[in-house]
Nanobody, 130 residues
């Protein structure tokens, strides 16, 4: 069974940094895109970042220049380095495994689509507050 386990969330002050990790098992990790989504209370789920099997990368405009996604195929792990955190980054962050090697989504609208991801972790909470 596919399993995705996030870690690294917590409380951080504005301007601070966190690194999220997602450990994957139960599938051929190298063959699939890996993404990060987030959802704040009362808000819709937002695709944050994605890295394809070939290493192509997507960032939402809201995090571009502040967040960095990477993957270590030898460890079946995807990371999200979050710098210069803002209160509006506060959310539950979810790791997701793509249905294919590419991230999909809508190039025209610059968004990821939940439908392009078939497996999800339980989430890790990130709170940015002073």
């Amino acid at each position: 069974q596919v399993q995705l386990v996030e870690s690294g969330g917590g409380l951080v002050q504005p301007g601070g940094s966190l690194r999220l990790s997602c450990a994957a098992s139960g599938f051929t990790f190298d063959n699939y895109a890996m993404g990060w989504f987030r959802q704040a209370p009362g808000k819709e789920r937002e695709g944050v970042s994605c890295i394809s099997g070939a290493g192509s990368i997507f960032y939402a405009n809201s995090v571009k220049g502040r967040f960095t996604i990477s993957r270590d195929n030898a460890k079946n792990t995807v990371y999200l380095q979050m710098n210069s955190l803002k209160p509006e980054d506060t959310a539950d962050y979810y790791c997701a495994a793509g249905r294919r090697s590419f991230c999909g989504g809508s190039y025209a609208f610059n968004v990821l689509l939940s439908e392009d991801f078939g497996s999800w972790g339980q989430g890790t909470q990130v709170t940015v507050s002073s």
